[in-house]
């Protein structure tokens, strides 16, 4: 066991968590009384995002800057601490509780399908803009 990467997740997770805590109530208070869970989907797509452009930074340049312990830092960390599956997977539920099933599969397809589309813009970007 590496007690080092054991240190560097837990700060990239606390820092994604705190992050994702911040921005999920910024975005669901512009939409108050929102059925929709917006904080969540939208800490989740960005999360994606962020993904998919740390993973095309670091398949595009190498060097001691982009060490894999700063790589682990960022995807497993921060963005494991940014996104949230079991608040996702709790919404669903409490959708499907108060809601129509409609608004759960919405919510759900609309998750997959954006989460998706914005790692790989995200990836894409990386691999092809010149910083």
Do not use: K
Not at 9 to 35: K, T
Not at 41 to 65: Q, S
Not at 82 to 94: A, R
Not at 112 to 119: D, Q, W
Request: with cysteine.
């Amino acid at each position: 066991m590496n007690w080092i990467n054991i240190a560097i997740v837990f700060i990239g997770s606390g820092l994604g968590g705190v992050c994702r805590y911040i921005v999920s109530r910024i975005v669901q208070e512009q939409v108050p009384g929102a059925l929709f869970p917006w904080g969540t989907f939208a800490v989740n797509v960005i999360g994606c995002f962020l993904i998919g452009l740390f993973y095309g930074i670091f398949d595009r340049h190498t060097g001691p800057a982009l060490s894999p312990q700063l790589r682990l830092m960022l995807t497993v960390g921060f963005c494991g601490g940014f996104t949230t599956f079991s608040t996702f997977i709790n919404e669903n539920f409490l959708l499907f509780q108060s809601s129509s099933l409609l608004i759960v599969l919405a919510y759900i397809a609309l998750s997959v399908l954006a989460g998706f589309i914005l790692l790989y813009a995200g990836y894409v970007i990386a691999l092809h803009v010149q910083v």
